[in-house]
């Protein structure tokens, strides 16, 4: 049976983002339909405003002005993520796009750098870092703004309003053809056949039939889950927190909005803060079994930076992932997929990487079991690897002031998770399998910055030559920190490039 109808359950980020990418589809030589089923009734998540460079190329391939993007989302840039408090109370650290330095004699910069630190060179590893050090300062440039093939190219991301970037793509999406039709769904109807869904029925008595269905219902799982029965995997021992409040306020000190999202450990979790150009994204992640709705709003409302814009909005997830992503013709994205905590800002990644695979393995003349098959592997891997980057963040620590930072200092990890560190702590390899999302960089941030260290590095950095290394070094240092100087504060470049229209 050939693909001529492709329906979406749900909107939000995750919906419109599967719409806009698949009507490029419309384009071809075959004719196909898409509809996009949501309910204005059914309120969205609404709290990823964070994302990671990935999303740029998604923009993209889609052919989407990214002045025209930022000012209508209220965007910023993000050049990493700077976490407090996690490591020990005190501590502070930048997980940064972009790498350490660059490779020297097939090694990674950071080999090179303990090198020169066991020899007496005392500058820290975050100077060689680009992406660091204009966060540091509250800087931005893109790469083609100064066109030098002798400067280090700059690696980005934004922060954006989810809700203004799902409007942002609908538009996008119903000038291509994709077709929106308001209603819930309230039945469900399988092929008494092949157990595939045949239809959905909406609650004004209609019904809209498809070959392929893509579950962006959310956390209720309507296809995915409710009609399949699909199953979840709970990683709720390794993950244990939640709950999460979210609070946007106003930024009412009239500082510029940093270049970086903040994440802040607390007590029993960590608070988030996305700054957009007129506001601050804020929320606080935390554990019940450790702490109390009250006290968790009681620590977020304290550590905001103005007045809050709306009522707190109270989240209960389970961390985990489904047991299948694709189920005979459901696709599940976004959270009817699975949940991870958006330490790492991987939630709106996941949906954009989802859609490339289904599009990748996705053919117009029906659904395959190996389709099916190679979805889900790859899926469940790039899950249990993102898995296992955030469970790092709260086992490497020496926290012992609650019994949360307790828990998760002395809880057993994934072998997975066991290893990567092992190997770091011998001589710094870091292995990236594969398509692995995290790189070389990713891991030796957090795992230094959280108080990991090197023994040793690989003996290959012994075999170059000293004076060499010291004078790239030396180069390295001084392009960053000349750039740096000579780019633009962030709130600078955001009013010059692409203002906010509600500031217009």
């Known amino acids: 049976m050939g693909i001529e109808h492709i329906v979406i359950v749900g909107g ?5 983002m599967a719409a806009a990418a698949l009507s490029r589809l419309k384009a071809g030589p075959r004719p196909l339909r898409i509809t996009l089923v949501e309910s204005e009734a059914i309120g969205t998540v609404g709290v990823g405003e964070a994302t990671i460079p990935p999303i740029v190329g998604f923009n993209e391939l889609l052919g989407i002005d990214e002045r025209e993007l930022l000012s209508a989302v209220q965007g910023t840039f993000k050049l990493g993520i700077q976490f407090e408090n996690w490591g020990k109370q005190g501590d502070s650290y930048i997980h940064p796009f972009g790498a350490y330095g660059y490779s020297m004699g097939g090694i990674s910069f950071h080999h090179v750098w303990h090198r020169m630190a066991a020899g007496g060179d005392n500058r820290p590893l975050q100077v060689f870092n680009l992406e660091t050090m204009a966060a540091a300062f509250g800087k931005f440039a893109r790469t083609e703004d100064y066109k030098r093939d002798d400067l280090p190219p700059i690696n980005y991301a934004y922060h954006i309003d989810a809700g203004r970037y799902a409007a942002f793509l609908r538009k996008y999406a119903e000038a291509r053809g994709v077709v929106r039709r308001e209603g819930r769904v309230n039945d469900v109807a399988l092929d008494p056949e092949n157990g595939f869904v045949a239809s959905i029925a909406l609650d004004d008595e209609s019904r809209i039939e498809g070959d392929l269905f893509v579950d962006c219902s959310g956390f209720r799982g309507l296809l995915i889950e409710q009609a399949l029965g699909t199953g979840y995997e709970d990683w709720t021992h390794w993950l244990p927190c939640d709950r999460a409040v979210a609070l946007p306020c106003l930024r009412e000190d009239g500082s510029p909005p940093p270049p970086f999202t903040r994440a802040t450990a607390h007590r029993a979790g960590w608070q988030w803060q996305v700054p957009l150009q007129h506001r601050n994204g ?58 991870m905590e958006p330490l790492e800002s991987t939630s709106i990644h996941l949906i954009n990487t989802g859609i490339d695979k289904l599009i990748s393995l996705l053919s117009l003349d029906g659904v395959t079991q190996a389709q099916e098959d190679t979805f889900n592997r790859l899926t469940g891997r790039e899950y249990a690897r993102i898995r296992d980057f955030l469970i790092l963040h709260y086992n490497a620590t020496s926290r012992d002031d609650s019994p949360f930072w307790n828990h998760v200092r002395t809880m057993d990890v994934p072998d997975t998770l066991t290893e990567k560190v092992e190997l770091f702590k011998a001589n710094g390899q870091i292995f990236r399998e594969e398509d692995e999302l995290f790189t070389e960089t990713s891991w030796a941030a957090v795992m230094m910055g959280q108080g990991i260290r090197m023994r040793s590095h690989n003996p290959m950095a012994d075999a170059l030559d000293p004076a060499t290394t010291a004078r790239e070094a030396d180069e390295m240092e001084r392009s960053i920190r000349f750039l740096v100087q000579h780019m633009p504060g962030h709130g600078d470049y955001l009013a010059r490039y692409c203002p906010a229209r509600a500031a217009a």
Not at 305 to 333: E, M, S, Y
């Open 12 to 16: 939000g980020t995750a919906g419109w």
């Open 282 to 339: 804020n929320g606080h992640v935390y554990c019940s079994a450790f702490m109390e709705d009250s006290e968790a709003l009681d620590i977020l409302t304290g550590n905001i930076a103005g007045k809050p814009q709306a009522d707190p909005n109270f989240l209960r997830f389970t961390t985990g992932r489904r047991k299948k992503f694709w189920n005979r013709n459901v696709v599940a994205l976004g959270l009817s997929a699975g949940f």
